[in-house]
């Protein structure tokens, strides 16, 4: 079974609207880390936001926000105000941290956003 | 932040060559990691790299296939070996953040290869 799971291979969205990318998890562990990274043509992997576990409040970093639901083992990414360089695609990763690989991250499959003017 | 440097940053390989991937951090790190991104595919973990020792290797990937080495902390060298189309992908190096509160990974640029 998939770790990571993002159900929509492509997302389109206007510019200045926002657009949530969604990303659901699969684990076992009672403690894990959740990250989103965006892929620009260029080819770079930039991280955007992190999200633990234990963390009670919902992570946010400027024009980006997670909208995390533990109960539901989601985490979806909020990018808001969109932007024309928010083109890109976007990655979901999860740590987990038990199992002695607590370093590795599991991507998910990737959301190929277009925002269009 | 650390600054990561991959070099080359494209290259296109004939079938049954091997290509050595450069990966310098700008900064000391005791574990780095290497990626790849197949065609429209997501990133999948090759081995992590520890210097002074043997690099762990994850399911499907084998040493004679994808020799690494680690030679101080702040350098490491991955080699894609006697390679064949399937290989054609983007290899990523990677450090953790250990100063951040979720050790997220800095990339590289990426090794964009093709095989002919």
């Known amino acids: 079974a998939q770790k990571i799971t993002q159900t929509q291979p492509g997302m389109f969205v206007q510019e200045k609207e926002a657009v949530t990318l969604d990303c659901t998890y699969d684990?076992?562990?009672?403690?894990?880390?959740l990250f989103w990274y965006k892929q620009p043509s260029s080819g770079e992997m930039i991280f955007l936001i992190y999200?633990?576990?234990?963390?009670?409040q919902n992570a946010t970093e400027g024009r980006y926000s997670l909208n995390f639901q533990k109960a539901r083992k989601s985490a979806n990414l909020v990018i808001s105000a969109s932007q024309l360089g928010d083109s890109a695609m976007y990655f979901c990763?999860?740590?987990?941290?038990?199992?002695?690989?607590?370093?590795?991250?599991?991507f998910g499959k990737g959301t190929l956003l277009t925002v269009n003017p | 932040s650390a600054v990561i440097s991959q070099k080359p940053s494209r290259d296109i390989c004939q079938r049954g060559t091997s290509l050595t991937i450069q990966c310098q951090v700008d900064?000391?790190?005791?574990?780095m990691f290497w990626y790849r991104q197949q065609p429209g595919q997501s990133l999948t973990l090759i081995a992590t790299?520890?210097?002074?020792?043997?690099?762990?290797?994850e399911s499907g990937f084998v040493i004679d296939k994808f020799p690494i080495s680690r030679p101080n902390l702040t350098f490491s060298t991955l080699t894609v070996s006697n390679m064949s189309p399937e290989d054609s992908s983007i290899y990523l190096c990677?450090?953790?953040?250990?100063?951040?509160?979720?050790?997220?990974?800095?990339f590289g640029e990426g090794s964009r290869l093709t095989v002919l």
């Open positions: 684990t076992s562990d009672q403690s894990y880390g």
């Open positions: 990677s450090v953790e953040d250990v100063g951040s509160k979720g050790g997220e990974l800095f």
């Open positions: 999200q633990g576990s234990y963390d009670e």
């Open positions: 790299a520890n210097q002074g020792s043997e690099a762990t290797y």
């Open positions: 990763a999860m740590r987990e941290n038990s199992g002695g690989s607590n370093y590795k991250l599991t």
């Open positions: 900064s000391q790190v005791t574990m």
